[in-house]
Nanobody, 121 residues
Framework: QVQLVESGGGLVQAGGSLRLSCAAS????????MGWYRQAPGKQRELVAS???????NYAGSVKGRFTISRDNAKNTVYLQMNSLKPDDTAVYYC???????????????WGQGTQVTVSS
């Protein structure tokens, strides 16, 4: 099993920055991809950004150029640097990890408890 613990959320004014961190513990040897999702009130959870074990990144179009995902494999930690924040970025942000075995019966994924990000106008 893998446990994910997020930190770094909070309240910020539009145009400001926040940095989220997510530390993994447990069976971290099994982790392949890591990423961040978010869910705003009344909306579905959506992918914000993801990063493979080798560092390949993927971003939602709405955050491209403003957010940067990175990871430190030695620390089993993934980060999300969020710049030029907008009120539309307000959501609960969830850390996600998987074992890379997509489309197989062995696929496992894990979620953090979420951290609130609120951007005021």
């Amino acid at each position: 099993q893998v446990q994910l613990v997020e930190s770094g959320g909070g309240l910020v004014q539009a145009g400001g920055s926040l940095r989220l961190s997510c530390a993994a513990s447990g069976s971290t040897f099994s982790i392949s991809d890591m990423g961040w999702y978010r869910q705003a009130p009344g909306k579905q959870r959506e992918l914000v950004a993801s990063i493979s074990h080798g560092g390949t990144t993927n971003y939602a179009g709405s955050v491209k150029g403003r957010f940067t995902i990175s990871r430190d494999n030695a620390k089993n930690t993934v980060y999300l640097q969020m710049n030029s924040l907008k009120p539309d970025d307000t959501a609960v942000y969830y850390c996600h990890a998987n074992n890379g075995a997509a489309l197989t019966p062995f696929y496992r994924d894990y979620w953090g408890q979420g951290t609130q990000v609120t951007v005021s106008s």
